[in-house]
Nanobody, 118 residues
Framework: QVQVVESGGCLVQAGGSLRLSCAAS????????MGWFRQAPGKQRDLVAR???????YYAESVKGRFTISRDNANNMVYLQMNSLKPEDTAVYYC????????????WGQGTQVTVSS
């Protein structure tokens, strides 16, 4: 089992930037991909970005060109740099880890709230 702790969310004005951080611990040797989901009120939880151990990335269409995911494999950290934030980016952001088969290794953490004001 892997535990994740997210941080970095806060209230920001539209057009601003934030950097989210996630620290993973536990059975980290099984981790391949790390990434971020988000869930806005009344909506489903959606994948935002993902990065593998080898550095391959995926971004949801809605964040391409604005968000950048990065990873520190030595310290089991993953980051999400969010630029040009929009009110529709408002959500709770959750970190996750998965193995080579795509199976989630971590339970959902508390997440970190990002609120973008217009």
């Amino acid at each position: 089992q892997v535990q994740v702790v997210e941080s970095g969310g806060c209230l920001v004005q539209a057009g601003g930037s934030l950097r989210l951080s996630c620290a993973a611990s536990g059975s980290i040797s099984s981790i391949n991909a790390m990434g971020w989901f988000r869930q806005a009120p009344g909506k489903q939880r959606d994948l935002v970005a993902r990065i593998t151990t080898a550095g391959s990335t995926y971004y949801a269409e809605s964040v391409k060109g604005r968000f950048t995911i990065s990873r520190d494999n030595a310290n089991n950290m993953v980051y999400l740099q969010m630029n040009s934030l929009k009110p529709e980016d408002t959500a709770v952001y959750y970190c996750y880890c998965s193995n080579n088969a795509g199976r989630h290794l971590s339970s959902w953490g508390q997440g970190t709230q990002v609120t973008v004001s217009s």
